[in-house]
């Protein structure tokens, strides 16, 4: 019946360890903010530069597509572009992730933490 209360006395040593890794996370998100990533789509008529929390930066567009005028490859291009920089964000986030919790499959860790759930990269659609 009171099998649980003995772990009771572990609390404020888990407490603290969860403060750490929180800390640790916010400088990960902080460290993965100023990285950076590229997608590219139409063998790289168009690019999207994005940090490594999945926030498009910029984007490059060649100009020979422009000076075509097509609207619809344009229009199907970019999302590719994005969604590429995009992968290539939550790659860097997972590696980095790994690195961190040491291999570790920590999902939900953020939750957890006290709504640090928003440790994927954000959609950019």
Not at 5 to 34: D, F, I, V
Not at 79 to 95: D, R, V
């Amino acid at each position: 019946m009171f099998k649980g209360l003995s772990q009771l006395a572990n609390l404020p040593g888990l407490l603290k360890q969860a403060q750490e890794m929180r800390g640790k996370l916010e400088q990960l998100n902080a460290e993965l903010k100023t990285k950076r990533v590229t997608g590219a789509a139409g063998g790289g008529l168009v690019e999207v530069d994005a940090n490594g929390l999945g926030e498009a930066l910029a984007v490059r567009i060649d100009p020979s597509l422009i000076e075509k005028q097509d609207r619809e490859l344009l229009e199907d291009l970019l999302p590719a572009a994005i969604n590429a920089a995009q992968q290539k964000a939550k790659e860097l986030h997972a590696e980095s992730m790994q690195a961190l919790t040491g291999g570790f499959d920590l999902q939900g860790l953020g939750d957890a933490l006290g709504g640090l759930g928003d440790l994927q990269p954000p959609s950019l659609s």
